[in-house]
């Protein structure tokens, strides 16, 4: 049987891409998706989802969209949003995502507990290392360019890059500089 997918999603243009991009599957029949929060209880119980893909930006918590029934919600996350609120939702996925990558997200989401994100806990600090090669990044450098900086080999940048990735929730470099100026870690002027 497939599983119901409910879209919160107020552009109605990524709504649209998603629903292309999940009707492709067979494994998810996508419910007519809505804009806002407002009719949700109603399409709650007439639609009956088994998932939810919502944007991140309409939500607080995750309950807000899940209201009474126990399904899983995946935040659609397309800007940069603190770390604190994407360990919130059940799992997340990239406006840069893969429809690989999509379907992988939601189909590990069905399979878990709503409210409980299995992600290991983790410590989401970056180490000395992780920030000089954050600086690095947010300066317009290449993973090459940074291991001649630091002195450290390429492999050594990718890794510690994966880490930044996986502790902040960010995987665009746009994402990433402005992390690193919202943390005063580097100026502004700085950007290349």
Do not use: C, W
């Not at 107020?10 to 494994?27: D, F, H, I, K």
């Not at 809505?34 to 995750?62: F, K, Y």
């Not at 799992?91 to 939601?106: F, K, N, R, W, Y």
């Not at 990718?158 to 996986?166: D, E, G, Q």
């Amino acid at each position: 049987m497939k599983a119901r997918l409910l879209i919160i999603e107020p552009a109605q243009m990524v709504a649209q891409g998603l629903v292309a991009m999940l009707n492709e599957q067979t494994r998810f029949k996508v419910l007519e998706p809505i804009r806002s929060l407002d009719n949700l209880t109603e399409r709650l119980i007439t639609g009956r989802p088994d998932i939810i893909i919502v944007n991140i930006g309409l939500v607080d918590s995750p309950t807000e969209a899940r209201a009474d029934r126990q399904v899983p919600v995946v935040g659609l996350v397309y800007q940069y949003v603190p770390a604190e609120k994407l360990k919130r939702f059940d799992a997340l996925i990239d406006i840069h995502d893969s429809q690989g990558a999509v379907v992988e997200t939601l189909t590990k989401a069905l399979n878990q507990q709503p409210g409980d994100n299995t992600q290991p806990a983790a410590n989401y600090e970056l180490s000395r290392r992780e920030t000089d090669v954050l600086i690095e990044v947010a300066r317009g450098y290449t993973n090459k360019e940074i291991a001649d900086r630091l002195n450290v080999s390429v492999h050594t940048v990718i890794s510690h890059r994966k880490n930044i990735m996986h502790k902040t929730g960010i995987k665009s470099v746009a994402g990433l500089t402005v992390y690193a100026i919202l943390n005063n870690l580097i100026d502004e002027s700085v950007v290349v």
